[in-house]
Nanobody, 122 residues
Framework: QVQLVESGGGLVQPGGSLRLSCAAS????????MGWYRQAPGQQRELVAS???????NYALSVKGRFTISRDNAKNTVYLQMNSLKPEDTAVYYC????????????????WGKGTLVTVSS
């Protein structure tokens, strides 16, 4: 079994910064893609950013230039540095691990963390 545990959420003023972390633990051989999604009240969950094993990244247009995703493959950890935060960034942020290989030949498609709340408000 694989678990994802997020940390780093909280309350921040507009223009401020936060860094989210997500550590994957369990029977992990490797993880193809890791990413961050968010869900604001009354809205659908949306992709914020993702990163492949090789470091290729993908960002939502709304966060491009403000957020930076990175990962430490040796620690199975993904980070999201969020700068110039806006009130509209307020949401629960969820960590995702896609195609988690538990051996050289077996994988599970998707794991999700429980989420961490980010509130941007003065």
């Amino acid at each position: 079994q694989v678990q994802l545990v997020e940390s780093g959420g909280g309350l921040v003023q507009p223009g401020g910064s936060l860094r989210l972390s997500c550590a994957a633990s369990g029977s992990i051989f490797s993880i193809d893609s890791m990413g961050w999604y968010r869900q604001a009240p009354g809205q659908q969950r949306e992709l914020v950013a993702s990163i492949s094993t090789g470091g290729s990244t993908n960002y939502a247009l709304s966060v491009k230039g403000r957020f930076t995703i990175s990962r430490d493959n040796a620690k199975n950890t993904v980070y999201l540095q969020m700068n110039s935060l806006k009130p509209e960034d307020t949401a629960v942020y969820y960590c995702n691990a896609n195609r988690v290989w538990t051996s050289a030949i077996n994988y599970v498609s998707n794991y999700w963390g429980k989420g961490t709340l980010v509130t941007v408000s003065s």
